[in-house]
């Protein structure tokens, strides 16, 4: 597989990642053996990035992640995020008690370093600053080798990266959710920070699996997302006809063709689609391969006008923690 690295001097990670949620939660119940032999899969076909959080399965997630991988420290970027808390309102960045999610993840990880330390959410009740004040100690503690930000604003991108270098952004990216194209990328790109787009195959829906939405099983979060949701589900799949169209003229799948539309995007632009299967995290591996034409892009670009989509991504109550530049 490619590789990119993340921003001009950031580490060199794989083209493709992986994203570990679904291991753990929100889309189904979980299954150790499929997802054990998922993470060791990865690996042997080339990627590199590997992203968890604290909050995946209450910390499940983090444990899943450092006994399979931590074997296999040397071969891997592995990142991790704090923030997300259970209890109301639901974020905590109190720069009083980074370094104590830090080290609660270090120790669930079994390592004694993270590669790439991510804010999961913005507490605004804690200026920014104080909080990636915070995250820097960690860095001169030696315990993180880089710290990112998850879901910010340009703005708020632009007072952390002040305050110590970022090194990475995780937001929703895909081509049916493309908010940071308003201000994000291009504010990325100035500072030299990568873009890590999370969910970029819309949560399974660009690789033609989700054929009908009255289906989702237990514990799958789809089921409340409003584009998974009657007319703006069929709406939606109609427009999923112009992405197998341009899959047949490469010869790779719809997801491929996703992944692939975001690699067009820039240089330092590195999608984590999450898996909890085998045969998928294989087909993700291969889009590290495919090149669209400028001509393909425009389509796409077109087709997937936001003005086209049916449907919030999130529903109300879950915008409550997300920053995005206004239109």
Known sequence: MQTRTLGPNGPEVSAIGLGCMSMSQSYGIADPDEAEATLLRALEVGVTFFDTANAYGNGHNEELVGRVLGAHRD???????????????GVDGHPDNVAGYCDGSLAR???????LYYLHRVDK??????TVGAMGELVRAGKVGAIGLSEVSSATLRRAHAVHPITAVQSEYSLWTRDVERKLIGTCAELGVALVPFSPLGRGFFTGAVVD?????????????PRFQGENFER????????????AEVGATPGQVALGWLGAKGPHIVPIPGTKRVARVEENAGAGDVTLTAAQVATLDELFDPANIAGERY????????ETDEP
Not at 75 to 89: D, S
Not at 125 to 130: A, G, L, Q, S, T
Not at 213 to 225: A, E, H, I, P, V
Not at 315 to 322: G, Q, S
């Open 236 to 247: 939606n799949q109609r427009l999923l006809d112009g992405v197998k169209a341009v899959a």
């Open 75 to 89: 071969r891997i970027v592995l990142a991790t995020k704090f923030g997300i808390i259970r209890e109301k309102p």
């Open 315 to 322: 529903p109300a109550e879950m915008f409550r923690t997300i």
């Open 125 to 130: 009740r804690v200026p920014i600053e104080d």
């Open 213 to 225: 939405n009255t289906n989702f099983g237990k514990g799958d979060m789809r089921k409340n997302f």
């Open 109 to 115: 990880l079994g390592m004694d370093f993270i590669d």
